[in-house]
């Protein structure tokens, strides 16, 4: 009989552990949602001679970025992309992950870096060094803000009618 006791006083035990451990990934899972919203939306656009950059930024509750782009280069597939990342003082470090028209099934994915310059974002030109499959700036090596194509500056966000 004791034995009895002792099995169904584990089993209630266990049973309650169980609940705190569900409780607790219910709050982790409502803090991670929580901190994915987002809190404001930038759209931008660069025009270099006949090419065209549009780029949306969600800046979401704890301070990562998300977004689309969409480059529009002369003589090169259009590319449609996501951009995720983090500002780093006034720049914003970014992983494009994109596929062109013609090759929709194929994805690519660049890393970028865009200054905050009073209301232009400025898209850097850095060394990229890809290694094991996975492609970088070189963190030795300074990256050209000055002699750029890409300057993008802020315009109305339009919603995309399907």
Known sequence: MRNLALSCLLLTCIGFQSCKNDEKW???????TEAEKVVSVQCYKAIYEKDTIDLKLNTLKDGKITGNMVMKVAQAAEKIGDIKGEFHGDTLFVDYTFSDKTNKNTKFKNPMALLKRDKQLIL????????????????????????????FTTVDCVEESK
Do not use: S
């Not at 219910?26 to 991670?32: G, L, P, V």
């Open 124 to 151: 850097g030109n850095g060394t990229m060094q890809t290694t094991m499959g996975v492609t970088y700036l070189v963190k030795d090596k300074p990256i050209d803000f000055d002699n750029v194509k890409y300057k």
């Open 26 to 32: 219910k709050a982790i899972e409502a803090a991670k």
